[in-house]
């Protein structure tokens, strides 16, 4: 039995990721998390799978976990996200290193054969060249989230120079799906939507974005779990479909045929970058497939809304 620790397991991604693995019948999960975000009803009941609620930014927490089950892999997803969170709590989002630390220290001293590391496109800044590759990282970002993801980036390279130990680290790039929480662009625009409330922007709406189902993420991250070859590499996860915020708004309001409004609110002081776009060739290389549109990615969040 393959044994795997998903940091975070709570939360929209880690638990769908959980969901994933879980289907296929060699692999044991474990799932830690401190409930800042994450909601107990996204974990999987499965005789498969364990929670254990923890915080591993807390050494002695996450150690004896790590140390009792040896695990074979380890997906560190946990951190605080959300845009306004994070900006509203800097110190907080700090302490996420203590986290990386206490993750790659244990995973070296426990035999862990690989470390997944959930970065974030937010480690390009604001974008010098698009589409954003892998290679090409201005690290003009001075928010402390952003500075955060680099750091980790930074630790896992370290790590696997100094103790060899073995990661992958994936960018995503605004990622959306059914348990997507309010704290994103997404699932907020679609929860005013759906109940005919105004729906706020900040600044002109202008701003692009991408945006991946989370079927494309999961499928795309697993893909590099279940072959060696893809190890210590950088993956941008997101779809490079260019999509501004006004327009994001519009096409919600016309599939749900809301009576919302927009409104726009005075643009953020930081932490809202005028533009995202992937180059995700790596990515699509790991799924060869398309990845799905974000029309009928919106349409399958519709069809199982209050499911």
């Not at 930014?57 to 009792?68: C, D, L, Q, S, V």
């Not at 932490?271 to 990845?291: E, F, H, V, W, Y």
Request: proline share 4%; hydrophobic share 40%; glycine share 6%.
């Amino acid at each position: 039995m393959v044994k795997v620790l998903i940091t975070g397991g709570a939360g929209f991604v880690p638990s769908s990721l959980a969901d994933k693995l879980l289907l296929h019948q060699d692999f044991q999960l474990v799932l830690v998390d401190n409930f800042l975000t994450g909601k107990a009803e996204h974990i999987p009941q499965h005789p498969r799978c364990t929670f254990i609620k923890c915080d591993v930014n807390e050494y002695n927490e996450i150690a004896a976990i790590m140390t009792a089950y040896q695990f074979d892999y380890v997906f560190h997803y946990a951190a605080v996200v959300g845009v306004l969170r994070t900006l509203d709590h800097p110190v907080m989002v700090l302490k996420d290193i203590d986290g990386i630390k206490n993750i790659l220290d244990l995973c070296k001293n426990t035999g862990v054969k690989r470390v997944f590391y959930s970065s974030s496109s937010e480690v390009y800044g604001e974008p010098v060249v698009l589409p954003q590759h892998e290679v090409t990282t201005p690290l003009n970002s001075r928010l402390p989230y952003a500075v955060v993801k680099n750091i980790g980036e930074a630790y896992c390279r370290s790590y696997h120079q100094e103790y060899g130990l073995d990661f992958t680290i994936f960018r995503f790039f605004n990622t959306y799906g059914p348990k997507q929480s309010q704290d994103f662009v997404m699932s907020k625009f679609l929860n005013a939507a759906l109940a005919n409330k105004d729906i706020t922007i900040y600044g002109d709406g202008s701003q692009s974005r991408t945006f991946c189902y989370i079927d494309d993420n999961i499928d795309a991250c697993l893909a590099t779990l279940f072959d060696e070859q893809y190890k210590n590499e950088v993956y941008n996860i997101g779809s490079d479909v260019v999509i501004n915020i006004k327009e994001l708004a519009e096409t919600i309001i016309e599939l749900t045929g809301s009576a919302s409004k927009i409104v726009y609110l005075p643009p953020l002081r930081d932490g809202d970058m005028t533009r995202r776009q992937p180059d995700n060739s790596k990515m699509r290389a790991l799924l060869n497939r398309d990845l799905l549109p974000y029309k009928e990615g919106i349409k399958r969040i519709l069809n199982n809304w209050g499911k």
